[in-house]
């Protein structure tokens, strides 16, 4: 089997939901190759809400290794008894990378069913912004979709959505999260305190039991992803993030500065430390698009792509520069930002988060 083997593309494929791939839970049911052209069949339950999903990573994967495809969907109930199909390709199950969790105290999940941490070595390279689109982008996918600001003492994903009301509290105690006008549930520090204005100046333990707070008092309910804005650096926040929520996975975000780089190593080398894996790298403010489609390098040409690859880290994508971002976010109205090169860092994350997850099983 060769890298272009399209097998070899296709069995790689995440399950939408699930911490496993399409192949290993038996979903791809029929691969047919001719020539150039794969069609492929994939078992599904009855009015399954994440085909587009699906049939848009198999196109994918598959238009990465030359290959055109055709994506039939068909009810589980409908299939023939396994074994009774004699499948054109096989295909194996692969994975690879990732590590285990280590640290104490961790606190239950409740029925979140992946936590990813959203981190940067230095302040100023978008990583709010950066994790505010990436849970609406993955609400317009159709997943229930959570954020919690990790970032106490400067905490901004509140007024970035436009929220400010108080959150309110169930009857068992647990904290009820804001929602967005887009679904999406988040709990930040500033609406529960109702400080805005006035600065939270704490030590860290004070920082570590809120984060923590924040975490297990909220009543979160079903969710496919929760997102954790961290602080910069390699503090104790995110120390206490690593060890309480034993996050599935971290995504970096830094920027096409020498100086970005240099930083986010160190907290790239934390994550390690911790056997927190780590999904990839995303680059913010990567060029300005100018009318005409010309581009301008203003923080230089160094290329967060070849950071990842000096680091053994998948790159995830890259973000231009764009004037509206700070006008939606000082209107509260981020979930307007709109860019499809997002729709491709998610499909990466998402693969790589099967990678790991299948990497973890072999390794127990």
Not at 32 to 55: A, H, L, M, N, W
Not at 78 to 102: A, C, I, M, N, S
Not at 178 to 198: A, C, H, N, P
Request: aromatic content about 6%; hydrophobic content about 40%.
């Amino acid at each position: 089997m060769t890298d272009s083997d399209p097998a070899e593309a296709i069995s790689r494929v995440p399950h939408p939901e699930e911490n496993a791939t399409l192949a290993s839970m038996g979903w791809i049911w029929n691969v047919d190759v001719k020539e150039r052209k794969v069609k492929v069949t994939v078992s599904v339950p009855g009015k399954y809400p994440f085909t587009s999903v699906i049939e848009n990573d198999i196109t994918a994967v598959l238009e990465e290794k030359g290959y055109s495809a055709e994506v039939e969907f068909a009810q589980a109930a409908e299939k023939e008894e396994p074994g009774k199909v004699k499948r054109k390709v096989e295909l194996p199950v692969v994975g690879q990378g990732g590590g285990t969790h280590t640290g104490i105290d961790a606190l239950p999940r409740q029925g979140i069913r992946n936590i990813i941490a959203v981190a940067s070595g230095k302040g100023g390279v978008g990583k709010s912004f950066m994790t505010a689109v990436l849970g609406t982008h993955l609400s317009m996918l159709g997943y229930r979709t959570a954020i919690i600001d990790a970032d106490i003492t400067g905490p901004c994903i509140s007024r970035m959505f436009g929220l400010s009301a108080l959150p309110g509290m169930g009857e068992d105690g647990k904290i009820e999260p804001l929602v967005s006008q887009g679904g999406l549930r988040i709990m930040s520090i500033d609406v529960i305190m109702d400080r805005f204005r006035t600065p939270l100046i704490w030590r860290g333990p004070l920082i570590n039991s809120a984060i923590r707070g924040l975490f297990s008092e909220t009543r979160w309910g079903d969710i496919h992803y929760l997102l954790v804005d961290l602080p910069p650096g390699t503090s104790d926040a995110p120390l206490t993030v690593f060890q309480s929520m034993k996050p599935d996975g971290v995504v970096f975000v830094t920027s096409p500065m020498e100086i970005a780089r240099s930083v986010v190593s160190r907290a790239v080398s934390m994550a390690k430390e911790m056997h927190v894996p780590v999904i990839g790298f995303v680059e913010n403010m990567s060029h300005l698009v100018l009318p005409g489609n010309k581009t301008i390098n203003i923080f230089g040409r160094e290329s967060s792509e070849r950071a990842a690859a000096e680091f053994g880290i998948p790159f995830l994508g890259s973000i231009p520069i764009d004037t509206a971002v700070s006008a939606l976010s000082d209107r509260g109205e981020i979930e307007l930002y709109r860019n499809s090169e997002l729709f491709t860092i998610i499909r990466r994350m998402r693969f790589r988060l099967a990678e790991l997850h299948s990497a973890r099983k072999e390794s127990v």
